[in-house]
């Protein structure tokens, strides 16, 4: 069964730093791993999705890279803001016809002006 | 823009009650799940479809049924709601597996059973 692990669970850091979340998985049989943000009682946005065959995605001062042999992927914030405050997961999709979705627990990051 | 929507942002419902909640994606996704999500327990899966009248349980299914009568839509429904379903419910619509299968999410549905 898949396990998706992302620790710390919470994160603070001051304004302008640039940060590193992490996440792991056990089974490197997966089609993608997508990173979300959550915005507290709010629903998930997609941030960044990687396919399996791919080592890293871009989207602005966001970065997503994606180990699938050793099981881990890294989101990378650069010149981190208040406003990137949030719930970050990641979830990660089985190989398969009928794939779900396995989801980590998030990390919740506070950005300190 | 891709949109997937819950029928209600927050609801409260008294013990015993049928409750239904309802997800509706304009993407013709083939793909659509159910997830509850609770604090230190995360997002775990009830239910998934694969296609329209088809179902699958997830990790989580007791207390729960489903409805995918059209593509579209995916209803959840709680056959005799109880306190301790009380959660966050988030439903996800994707493409089958392929090249490229974003998952998209609708904005969530708070539901307090008293």
């Known amino acids: 069964k898949q396990e998706v692990t992302q620790i710390p669970a919470a994160l603070s850091v001051p304004e302008g730093e640039n940060l590193v979340l992490n996440c792991s998985f056990t089974?490197?049989?997966?089609?993608?791993l997508q990173w979300f943000r959550q915005d507290p009682g709010k629903g998930l946005t997609s941030l960044l999705l990687i396919q399996s065959s791919q080592r890293e995605q871009t989207s602005g001062r966001l970065n997503a890279s994606l180990d699938k042999s050793s099981g881990r992927s890294t989101l990378y914030i650069a010149a981190s803001q208040p406003g990137d405050s949030a719930t970050y997961l990641c979830a990660v999709r089985q190989t398969g016809a009928n794939s779900k979705l396995t989801f980590g627990k998030g990390i919740t990051l506070s950005v300190r002006p | 823009d891709v949109k997937v929507t819950q029928s209600s942002r927050y609801l409260v419902k008294r013990t015993g009650e049928k409750v239904f909640l309802e997800c509706v994606q304009d993407?013709?996704?083939?793909?659509m799940f159910w997830y509850r999500q609770d604090p230190g327990l995360g997002l775990r899966l009830i239910y998934f479809s694969y296609d329209v009248k088809m179902k699958e349980k997830g990790d989580i299914p007791e207390g729960y049924s489903v409805s995918r009568e059209k593509k579209e839509r995916f209803s959840l429904i709680l056959e005799s709601a109880s306190t301790n379903q009380t959660s966050m419910y988030l439903c996800?619509?994707?493409?089958?597996?392929?090249?490229?299968?974003?998952?998209?999410f609708g904005q969530g549905t708070r539901l307090t059973v008293v």
């Open positions: 996800a619509s994707t493409p089958s597996p392929g090249f490229y299968t974003e998952a998209f």
């Open positions: 993407m013709d996704h083939e793909n």
């Open positions: 089974d490197s049989a997966i089609y993608n």
